[in-house]
Structures are given as C-alpha cells and as structure tokens.
C-alpha cells in the first residue's frame, strides 16, 4: 500500500489503500517518512495530488477534523460511486409501430381511433373486478336479465346437467368517437350441450361479408347514408321451448342457496339454439313492416315503395340500414324500437371489427386495431416488416422430417388471418396458402405465417377503398397457377369481383383436381369466377340494380377463353364437359362476355402465386387497396 504524504502537514501522512475505493476506510497517521513512494500499481509519482479518504457522511457545510487532517464538506461522503453498475435505458425499436400507422385523420377521426385502441376490455371476472365502468355494466345485464324473466331459480334434478357460463366485455362508441358504454354480456357456454337433451335445430344465417362490401360499393356511387344500431339483450327476445339449466353467473352467485341453479325460460347468448331463436323472432317482425328477404341473402330484408327503397342486413344483432327511402328509414326506426330495446349508433363507424371511415370521396374499410392487437398478441409488435405477404417461390410442403410447430399457436394465429382477410385481399393468397396445413404444422409453416405479421406490420392501417365512379357494372377477372402446389400439383385459382369499380368480392383457392394443362386450370377458374357474377347480379337485382348488359371476365389464357366459345373442342374438353357447358350456356344468354387480358394487367395474379415486391404494389394499387389517407377529405385531412 503506498503511502501518500500530506505536502501541507510534513509531519503527518496519510496511508491509504487505492484496492478499496468505496469503502470506510479511517485515515492512519503514520511517522514522517521519506518522499520515497514505492512503485506498485498503479505508479504513483513521488509528487502526487492530495486524495481525500472516504469517510462516513458528515452534513453539507460541516467540517470533519481527524487528527490534524481537515477534511472539505462535501455531501456525498461516504456513498460509494456507481461503477459497475450503469443505468440501463430501454433500447428503442429499429421499427417503432407508430411509424407504420400515422395518418392524416381529423380531430373527429383520431379521436374515435384513441379511444379504440386505448381502452382496454377484461378478459375474465377477476379483471373486470374493481373497476367501476365494468361492474356497473354487469349490474345493468343482471338486472336486464331478472326483468326479462330469464330463468327461474331451481335445485338441479336428477339425472341433469348444467351449462357452465361466463361474462364477455365490449365497447360501443358513438357516432362521434367516443365511449358511449360498457357492455357486459353473460355468455352460456354452449359447447357443453348435448344434441337432441337441450337443443335440436341451430342454424341461423348471418350476413356474408361479400354482400356488406357490394352494399358498400351501391351506398357509395348512389349517395345513399349508413346507419347502424344495436339490439340490447338481443338472444333475450327468443323463445326457449327446451329444458336448459345453467350455473349462477360468475360474481352474482351470492344469491344462490346450494344446490341451486338457473333453469332458463329465455334463450340467452352462447345457446346453440338460440341464433335460430332470434332470428325466427326478427323475421316476422320485419314481414309484418311489409318487407321481404332477399334470394341473394337472407339476412338482408329489402322494402320498395314509390321507386324508391331500403335495405336493411343483420348480423346477429348489429344491423345497417341504408336506402335512398328517407322516410320509410324513419319509420323502420320507430317500428324496432317499439318492438325491440335497441340502440341508436348513428353513422356507421366500427362493425364486426371492421373500421369505416366516409369522405366525400368514398369509403374506406379496414381493421387496423385487429392488426396491432394481433401483433401484440405474438409479440411482433417491433419486428422488421416485409414487403410481401409471402416470398416468391416459396415451395411450402409437408416435408417428410420436417421438424413440427406448436399446432395450438398455430392454429389460432393462422384463425385469426382468415378473419382479417374480411378486409385485407392482400394476404388472401398467402392465408389460403398456410391454412392447408392446420393439421401438422411445421417450423417452415409457422415461419411463412410469421412473415406475414411482418407485413402487416408494414401495412397495419391499409384496406379496400369504395370511390365513387358513377355505375354499378359487374366485372370479374380470374386467373389459375397451373401445377403450382408442389406437394400434390395441383392448381391455384383465384378472382377479384367488382361492383361500380370497386372491389367487393375476393377468393384464392387451390383446386380440388389436378389440372392436366394450364387451359384446363384456367377453365375451372373461370367456373368458378361465373358462379359469383351470377350470385351478384341476382343480389343487385333483389335491390333494384339489373344489370344492361354482359359483366365481363377477364382472362388472360387465350386457350381456355377459346375453348368456351368454340363448342367442336370436345377432346380437350371431355374432362372439364360440365363447366365448359355451364360458361357455354352463360356466354349465348349474354350474360357474361370473356374479353382478353394481358397477363401484365390481370389484377387475379397476385390471388394465385406469390409475386415480387413491384407487381404486387401496382396491382393492390389498381384496386385501391392501400392506405387512403392521403386521398380522403372529411374524415381525413389532406
């Protein structure tokens, strides 16, 4: 230890240990010695500065004395610095989302997006306990529930088992963005019961997205306003003619002596009986309005008068009325809530999960907080985003020692992306790719289904815009990859259907047959693509639009669109006979017309085979699928 000597006391000096810096050391005095400092390490010179010893704390201002030796005030004395132990700071994302999903929306706009996506909904009794706005939402369902004479409370017989239940939470907004309740809803756990015990028939039809988005396209080039509305207690309204016991509801079983159950008089949400229930019950109210189901679909009821009309689809118990009939959407209004106890929600904003935004210019669809969920949820949220939904020659298979994913993940996630594509025609493709192999998913599958989070990471907010273009023409363009599955060759078909220019209906899917050519493929694609033109301009009809002329198809195989128009080729056709007759048919009624297209312009291409970063860009940007922000007015800003 080398000894440091006081240059202001000759007399004194100070031994101090530079091996236990930060820790109490008392100074020593020692005997006067020579200035002689032995060589250790560190090299100390023989004229050094004057260290001071640390010392136990002494008060700011004060003056410590140890022996001779006056030590200066200072505050810190005695706490050892931070040497090794740096403060860590959070390193930022290289891909911050906030980034991927700026946008240039109103101050009415971005409110009602803050207050989606920053609210959050329990998931479970335990979470939505002690929070004010949820119990307060689950007293307001108990008590709907009591006053409608729901159940009865009876000791469970002999022989009988219940249905378990549980609570599911929402919000609704209002038209101007903002929270306009909590709802709770108790939920049966309907997985639980049996066929031909406690339930018979379940079917229930729910509106099909194809017809909400042709709708869409119809409100737009017409002018024709949204509104949407929401049944309280919806399930409620139904009948229940079979013996159905239920558990006490979660948190309410306070109430309930042992033994004691609910024996429900009430078809109640999560009954396999009782969407049909519902249903049956809403139908015949609406024929008594003087309104009639549409072929098309059947959740869409359609009411002329004067030339005029309206239309309403119901989606369990969320439906949007529209229609250029001003007063007979009044009266419909008084009409259901006289009968029914509902909730008016104004113009059209949020549905199914499914974002609405309306300008002058159109209107836009999307699911941006499903996206951003979603990637929470996997915990991509900061990872790189991609290009493409899916790399170009992917050649995905079941391979013989593939090593195995976890199905449950996997199969959930890959659930998720089917919901999605509602809105997103740019992962159609890619979707239908990855969801062939739910059954034994392997690290490759899981990898593909990963790459395309990495993309909706790039492109969380895009979606399908509705323009307005002045006509409601039917066209269709398909397109086949022939042999393009490498685990049995078989054929990828896919076709976009556009109503008034806008893109309504989407679909890729890879044939049940193995094509023997690429004609043959483009044949089978073409059927397919027939069977939706015919379902859109019946659909169209029942609202009131006939079509004036034949809805184009648009192919770019010379051979197939020559093998429907020429009736001689029957060696190459004998295999495909029905469909070749059914286009045959179709092409001499003039119902559809099949014009050539350039394989550069055939917008189906990216529904059938993966493409580079460029070709899928321009063909989503021919059929405004993207982020329309920048175009918008009204609810967007320029």
């Known amino acids: ?36 400092v032995e060589q250790v390490e560190p090299v100390v010179d023989p004229v050094v500065e004057q260290v001071e010893p640390v010392v136990e704390h002494v008060e700011s201002g004060a003056t410590e004395t140890t022996g001779r030796y006056s030590l200066p005030p200072r505050s810190n004395r005695g706490v050892p610095p931070k040497r090794y132990s740096p403060e860590r700071e959070t390193r930022n994302s290289r891909y911050p989302v906030a980034n991927m999903v700026d946008g240039n929306l109103s101050n009415s706009a971005k409110a009602f997006v803050a207050s989606l996506y920053t609210e959050q909904i329990p998931n479970s009794v335990k979470e939505a306990q002690g ?11 108990m008590r709907a529930l009591i ?20 609570w599911v939470y929402s919000i609704k907004y209002k038209p101007d963005g903002s929270i306009g309740r909590y709802k709770a809803r108790l939920v049966a756990k309907g997985y639980t019961q049996t066929y031909g015990i406690d339930y018979s028939e379940t079917f ?57 159950v609910c024996r429900l008089k009430k078809s109640l949400y999560g009954l396999k009986q009782s969407p049909r229930a519902w249903f049956g019950k809403f139908t015949l109210a609406m024929k008594e309005y003087g309104y009639r189901q549409s072929n098309a679909d059947h959740t869409l009821f359609l009411k002329r008068r004067n030339g005029l009309v309206t239309c309403l689809i119901i989606y369990v118990d969320d439906m949007i009325i529209t229609g250029d009939d001003v007063e007979e959407i009044t009266q419909l209004k008084r009409n259901l809530f006289s009968k029914f106890e509902m909730k008016d929600l104004g113009n059209l904003k949020y549905f199914l999960g499914i974002e609405v935004l309306r300008s ?14 979603l990637l929470a949820e996997t915990g991509l949220i900061d990872c790189k985003p991609a290009d493409t939904p899916m790399v170009v020659n992917h050649n995905l298979h079941m391979e013989l020692n593939g090593k ?19 809105t997103r025609p740019d992962i159609a493709y890619a979707v239908g790719v990855v969801s062939q192999f739910m059954h034994q998913p392997q690290v490759a599958h899981m990898e593909a289904a990963q790459r395309i989070l990495r993309y909706l990471k790039g492109t969380a907010g895009h979606g399908v815009l509705f323009k307005t273009n002045g006509h409601l023409n039917v066209e269709l363009y398909t397109d086949a990859d022939w042999a393009g599955d490498k685990g049995n060759r078989r054929s990828t078909s896919g076709y976009f259907s ?6 309504v209906t989407w679909r890729s899917k890879k044939q049940k047959v193995v094509a023997l050519s690429s004609a043959e493929a ?61 286009i045959k048919e179709k092409l001499e009624k003039g119902i559809i017309e099949l014009p050539y297209v350039a394989s550069k312009d055939q917008l189906a291409d990216i529904l059938t085979k993966a493409v580079n970063g460029n070709a899928f860009s321009s063909c989503l940007s021919k059929l405004s699928i993207g982020d329309p922000t920048t175009q918008l007015e009204g609810e967007c800003q320029k």
């Open 1 to 36: 230890m080398p000894e440091v000597r006081d240059t202001e006391n000759p007399e004194c000096s100070t031994s101090y240990n530079y091996e236990t810096i930060g820790e109490h050391i008392e100074p020593t005095t020692t005997e006067h010695v020579d200035p002689v």
């Open 522 to 582: 483009e044949f089978r694609g073409i059927a397919r693509g027939l069977s939706e033109v015919l379902w859109i301009r019946k659909l169209l009809v029942d609202i009131g639009f006939s079509q004036k002329g034949p809805s184009k198809v648009m192919c770019d195989n010379t051979a197939a669109i020559q093998i429907s128009e020429n009736p001689v080729q029957h060696d190459r056709t004998k295999h495909v006979e029905v469909d070749r007759h059914f």
């Open 498 to 503: 556009l109503v008034g220019g806008n893109l």
């Open 404 to 422: 195995l994913a976890d199905r449950e993940r996997y199969q959930r996630l890959v659930g998720k992306l089917i919901y999605l594509s509602h």
């Open 360 to 373: 002058k210019r159109g209107i836009f669809i999307c699911q941006k907080k499903y996206v951003l969920d």
């Open 204 to 260: 229930s039809p729910v509106a099909k997205m194809d017809t909400i988005r042709v709708l869409f396209s119809v409100a737009v080039n017409k002018d024709w306003p949204l509104h949407q509305f929401d049944v309280t207690n919806a399930f409620l309204h139904g009948d229940l003619t079979e013996e159905v016991y239920m558990e006490a509801p979660p948190g309410f079983s306070r109430g309930f002596k042992d033994g004691e």
């Open 147 to 166: 006053k409608n004479n729901t159940w009865e409370k009876c000791i469970l017989p002999k022989g009988k088992k219940t249905v378990g239940c549980r």
């Open 131 to 141: 929070k004010k706005n949820w119990e307060e939402a689950m007293e307001v369902e």
